[in-house]
């Protein structure tokens, strides 16, 4: 199985940043693409950026230009650097991951427990 483990979450100022982190361990073959998924209450899971094995991302509208995410492939560990935070991006923040355990199994998404981001104005 795969475990993802999320640090980094906190309470930042409107206009701070913070940098949040996710590390899969386990026993898995590959990984495939990570991402970032948040959940502000009383709100649909959102995706908020994604990147593949090959560095290539993908953000949503609104959070380009504010968030990056990366990757380090040899510690299977994904990042998402967020500036200039805004009071919407007020939610829990969960990670992503695409593995699979063996060169002959699918794809299966696996998701950390979630790390609480609240931006205060």
């Known amino acids: 199985q795969v475990q993802l483990v999320e640090s980094g979450g906190g309470l930042v100022q409107a206009g701070g940043s913070l940098r949040l982190s996710c590390a899969a361990s386990?026993?898995?073959?590959?990984?495939?693409?990570m991402c970032w998924h948040r959940q502000a209450p009383g709100k649909q899971r959102e995706l908020v950026a994604d990147?593949?094995?090959?560095?290539?991302?993908n953000y949503a509208d609104s959070v380009k230009g504010r968030f990056t995410i990366s990757r380090d492939n040899a510690k299977n560990t994904v990042y998402l650097q967020m500036n200039s935070l805004k009071p919407e991006d007020t939610a829990v923040y969960y990670c992503?991951?695409?593995?699979?355990?063996?060169?002959?199994?699918?794809?299966?998404?696996?998701w950390g427990q979630g790390t609480q981001v609240t931006v205060s104005s």
């Open positions: 386990g026993r898995f073959f590959s990984i495939n693409a």
């Open positions: 990147i593949t094995n090959g560095g290539s991302t």
């Open positions: 992503n991951a695409a593995a699979k355990l063996g060169p002959l199994f699918k794809w299966n998404a696996y």
